[in-house]
Protein backbone atom coordinates (compact mmCIF):
# COMPACT_ATOMS: atom_id res chain seq x y z
CA UNK A 1 0.00 0.00 0.00
CA UNK A 2 1.06 3.38 -0.14
CA UNK A 3 2.30 5.06 2.87
CA UNK A 4 2.24 9.10 3.59
CA UNK A 5 4.09 10.05 6.71
CA UNK A 6 3.98 13.47 8.71
CA UNK A 7 6.33 14.64 10.69
CA UNK A 8 5.68 15.86 14.01
CA UNK A 9 3.46 14.20 15.13
CA UNK A 10 2.75 15.76 17.83
CA UNK A 11 4.40 19.81 18.78
CA UNK A 12 3.67 22.52 21.50
CA UNK A 13 4.76 25.68 20.30
CA UNK A 14 4.92 29.05 21.84
CA UNK A 15 2.69 31.90 20.55
CA UNK A 16 4.40 34.15 18.19
CA UNK A 17 6.56 31.17 16.55
CA UNK A 18 6.74 29.43 13.42
CA UNK A 19 6.01 25.92 13.15
CA UNK A 20 6.65 23.58 9.98
CA UNK A 21 4.92 20.49 9.04
CA UNK A 22 6.25 17.61 7.14
CA UNK A 23 4.21 15.24 4.93
CA UNK A 24 6.20 12.69 3.16
CA UNK A 25 5.14 9.97 0.57
CA UNK A 26 7.42 7.08 1.64
CA UNK A 27 6.74 4.67 -0.81
CA UNK A 28 5.01 6.64 -4.30
CA UNK A 29 5.61 10.28 -5.64
CA UNK A 30 3.01 12.20 -5.46
CA UNK A 31 2.24 15.05 -7.88
CA UNK A 32 -0.16 16.37 -5.52
CA UNK A 33 -0.78 16.86 -1.80
CA UNK A 34 -3.64 18.24 0.34
CA UNK A 35 -3.89 20.36 3.72
CA UNK A 36 -6.69 19.69 6.57
CA UNK A 37 -7.02 21.22 9.88
CA UNK A 38 -9.71 19.43 11.88
CA UNK A 39 -10.94 21.29 15.28
CA UNK A 40 -11.85 19.45 18.32
CA UNK A 41 -15.00 16.81 17.32
CA UNK A 42 -14.99 18.94 14.15
CA UNK A 43 -14.95 17.01 10.63
CA UNK A 44 -12.02 17.78 8.82
CA UNK A 45 -12.02 20.66 6.30
CA UNK A 46 -9.74 21.46 3.28
CA UNK A 47 -7.28 24.18 3.58
CA UNK A 48 -5.37 24.07 0.50
CA UNK A 49 -4.08 22.03 -2.72
CA UNK A 50 -0.35 22.16 -3.52
CA UNK A 51 1.24 20.97 -6.40
CA UNK A 52 4.67 20.02 -6.79
CA UNK A 53 6.67 22.81 -8.41
CA UNK A 54 3.76 25.78 -8.46
CA UNK A 55 2.07 27.59 -5.68
CA UNK A 56 -0.67 26.26 -3.41
CA UNK A 57 -4.07 26.71 -3.98
CA UNK A 58 -5.99 27.95 -0.72
CA UNK A 59 -9.33 27.62 0.24
CA UNK A 60 -11.57 30.39 0.77
CA UNK A 61 -11.18 31.90 4.06
CA UNK A 62 -7.76 30.30 4.72
CA UNK A 63 -4.84 33.12 4.85
CA UNK A 64 -2.22 32.15 2.02
CA UNK A 65 0.71 34.40 4.41
CA UNK A 66 0.24 32.40 7.61
CA UNK A 67 -0.27 28.86 6.27
CA UNK A 68 2.84 28.59 3.77
CA UNK A 69 2.76 25.48 1.94
CA UNK A 70 5.88 24.23 -0.35
CA UNK A 71 5.89 21.42 -2.50
CA UNK A 72 9.46 21.21 -3.76
CA UNK A 73 9.32 17.78 -4.73
CA UNK A 74 7.61 14.66 -5.41
CA UNK A 75 7.84 13.35 -2.15
CA UNK A 76 7.74 15.93 0.16
CA UNK A 77 5.18 18.97 1.28
CA UNK A 78 5.81 21.10 3.71
CA UNK A 79 2.78 23.38 5.61
CA UNK A 80 4.64 26.42 7.90
CA UNK A 81 2.06 27.94 10.55
CA UNK A 82 3.95 31.45 10.61
CA UNK A 83 3.64 33.14 14.00
CA UNK A 84 0.94 30.94 15.45
CA UNK A 85 -1.50 32.28 18.05
CA UNK A 86 -3.55 29.17 20.26
CA UNK A 87 -6.56 29.56 18.18
CA UNK A 88 -4.00 27.98 15.41
CA UNK A 89 -4.28 24.90 17.30
CA UNK A 90 -5.54 22.06 15.65
CA UNK A 91 -5.02 18.65 13.98
CA UNK A 92 -3.37 19.24 10.73
CA UNK A 93 -3.77 16.29 8.19
CA UNK A 94 -2.19 15.77 4.92
CA UNK A 95 -3.19 13.54 1.84
CA UNK A 96 -1.06 12.32 -1.37
CA UNK A 97 -2.46 11.12 -4.81
CA UNK A 98 0.22 9.32 -6.61
CA UNK A 99 1.31 10.58 -9.89
CA UNK A 100 0.04 8.88 -12.70
CA UNK A 101 -2.85 7.34 -11.09
CA UNK A 102 -5.96 6.95 -13.22
CA UNK A 103 -8.75 8.66 -11.40
CA UNK A 104 -10.66 8.48 -8.77
CA UNK A 105 -8.26 6.64 -6.40
CA UNK A 106 -8.35 6.71 -2.98
CA UNK A 107 -6.36 9.64 -1.22
CA UNK A 108 -3.56 8.61 0.97
CA UNK A 109 -3.50 9.97 4.80
CA UNK A 110 -0.79 10.85 7.22
CA UNK A 111 -1.24 10.10 10.75
CA UNK A 112 -1.79 13.84 11.32
CA UNK A 113 -0.15 16.23 13.45
CA UNK A 114 -1.61 17.38 16.66
CA UNK A 115 -0.07 21.47 17.08
CA UNK A 116 -0.65 23.19 20.94
CA UNK A 117 -0.18 26.39 20.82
CA UNK A 118 0.65 28.39 24.16
CA UNK B 1 -20.89 17.21 -4.77
CA UNK B 2 -23.51 15.67 -4.13
CA UNK B 3 -24.02 15.83 -0.27
CA UNK B 4 -24.63 12.80 1.99
CA UNK B 5 -26.52 12.27 5.31
CA UNK B 6 -25.28 9.70 7.49
CA UNK B 7 -26.67 9.52 11.52
CA UNK B 8 -24.94 11.04 14.37
CA UNK B 9 -23.75 7.93 16.25
CA UNK B 10 -24.36 4.06 16.27
CA UNK B 11 -23.85 1.25 18.58
CA UNK B 12 -22.79 -2.46 17.45
CA UNK B 13 -21.59 -5.35 19.69
CA UNK B 14 -17.98 -7.08 18.90
CA UNK B 15 -18.41 -9.77 16.33
CA UNK B 16 -21.58 -8.56 14.82
CA UNK B 17 -22.30 -7.04 11.71
CA UNK B 18 -22.31 -2.99 11.96
CA UNK B 19 -24.38 -1.79 9.33
CA UNK B 20 -23.78 2.14 8.23
CA UNK B 21 -26.39 4.19 6.27
CA UNK B 22 -26.08 7.15 4.02
CA UNK B 23 -28.22 8.89 2.33
CA UNK B 24 -27.48 10.85 -1.05
CA UNK B 25 -30.10 11.17 -2.77
CA UNK B 26 -28.66 14.37 -5.08
CA UNK B 27 -25.81 11.67 -6.57
CA UNK B 28 -25.24 12.47 -10.00
CA UNK B 29 -24.59 9.53 -12.48
CA UNK B 30 -20.88 10.79 -12.61
CA UNK B 31 -20.05 10.90 -8.93
CA UNK B 32 -18.68 7.54 -6.95
CA UNK B 33 -19.35 6.95 -3.32
CA UNK B 34 -16.58 6.82 -1.27
CA UNK B 35 -16.28 5.36 2.40
CA UNK B 36 -13.57 6.46 4.63
CA UNK B 37 -13.01 5.83 8.57
CA UNK B 38 -11.31 7.85 11.39
CA UNK B 39 -9.65 6.35 13.99
CA UNK B 40 -9.72 9.42 17.03
CA UNK B 41 -6.35 11.02 16.49
CA UNK B 42 -5.05 9.17 13.53
CA UNK B 43 -5.65 10.63 9.74
CA UNK B 44 -8.88 8.98 7.75
CA UNK B 45 -8.27 5.74 6.09
CA UNK B 46 -9.69 4.65 3.08
CA UNK B 47 -12.08 2.10 3.45
CA UNK B 48 -14.01 1.26 -0.49
CA UNK B 49 -15.73 2.77 -2.39
CA UNK B 50 -18.40 2.03 -5.74
CA UNK B 51 -20.70 3.62 -8.23
CA UNK B 52 -23.41 1.48 -8.81
CA UNK B 53 -22.48 -2.06 -8.18
CA UNK B 54 -22.35 -3.66 -4.85
CA UNK B 55 -18.51 -4.25 -3.97
CA UNK B 56 -16.89 -6.05 -1.62
CA UNK B 57 -12.85 -5.91 -0.19
CA UNK B 58 -10.81 -7.60 2.84
CA UNK B 59 -11.97 -4.39 5.25
CA UNK B 60 -16.11 -4.46 4.20
CA UNK B 61 -19.03 -4.65 1.68
CA UNK B 62 -20.79 -1.37 0.16
CA UNK B 63 -24.12 -1.98 -0.71
CA UNK B 64 -25.88 0.97 -2.94
CA UNK B 65 -29.02 0.78 -3.76
CA UNK B 66 -30.62 0.14 -7.50
CA UNK B 67 -31.48 3.81 -7.94
CA UNK B 68 -28.30 5.14 -6.05
CA UNK B 69 -29.69 7.62 -3.42
CA UNK B 70 -28.40 5.71 -0.56
CA UNK B 71 -25.79 3.52 0.28
CA UNK B 72 -24.94 1.10 3.27
CA UNK B 73 -21.38 -0.40 4.52
CA UNK B 74 -21.39 -3.00 5.74
CA UNK B 75 -18.65 -4.16 8.54
CA UNK B 76 -19.21 -7.99 8.76
CA UNK B 77 -17.76 -8.81 12.16
CA UNK B 78 -16.91 -5.64 14.28
CA UNK B 79 -13.85 -5.41 16.47
CA UNK B 80 -13.62 -2.94 19.02
CA UNK B 81 -10.33 -1.48 16.47
CA UNK B 82 -13.62 -0.46 14.40
CA UNK B 83 -14.41 2.17 16.85
CA UNK B 84 -14.15 5.32 14.52
CA UNK B 85 -16.05 8.16 12.75
CA UNK B 86 -17.02 6.73 9.25
CA UNK B 87 -17.80 9.15 6.61
CA UNK B 88 -19.48 8.63 3.49
CA UNK B 89 -18.19 11.05 0.65
CA UNK B 90 -19.75 11.22 -2.88
CA UNK B 91 -17.12 11.90 -5.71
CA UNK B 92 -16.73 12.99 -9.24
CA UNK B 93 -15.66 10.27 -11.66
CA UNK B 94 -13.11 12.70 -13.85
CA UNK B 95 -10.37 14.14 -12.87
CA UNK B 96 -9.66 14.49 -9.24
CA UNK B 97 -11.79 16.00 -6.87
CA UNK B 98 -11.10 16.66 -3.66
CA UNK B 99 -12.56 15.26 -0.77
CA UNK B 100 -15.17 16.80 1.02
CA UNK B 101 -16.04 15.36 4.87
CA UNK B 102 -19.23 15.59 6.18
CA UNK B 103 -19.76 15.08 9.92
CA UNK B 104 -19.82 11.38 9.73
CA UNK B 105 -21.37 8.35 12.17
CA UNK B 106 -19.22 7.47 15.26
CA UNK B 107 -19.71 4.07 15.48
CA UNK B 108 -18.95 2.72 18.72
CA UNK B 109 -18.20 -1.12 19.03
CA UNK B 110 -18.50 -2.79 22.78
CA UNK B 111 -17.94 -5.74 24.22
Known amino acids: GAVVSQHPSRVICKSGTSVKIECRSLDFQATTMFWYRQFPKQSLMLMATSNEGSKATYEQGVEKDKFLINHASLTLSTLTVTSAHPEDSSFYIC??????????????FGQGTRLTVV | DAKTTQPTSMDCAEGRAANLPCNHSTISGNEYVYWYRQIHSQGPQYIIH???NNETNEMASLIITEDRKSSTLILPHATLRDTAVYYC????????????FGKGTMLLVSP
Open chain 1, 95 to 108: SARKMGARENTEAF
Open chain 2, 50 to 52: GLK
Open chain 2, 89 to 100: IVRLISGYSTLT
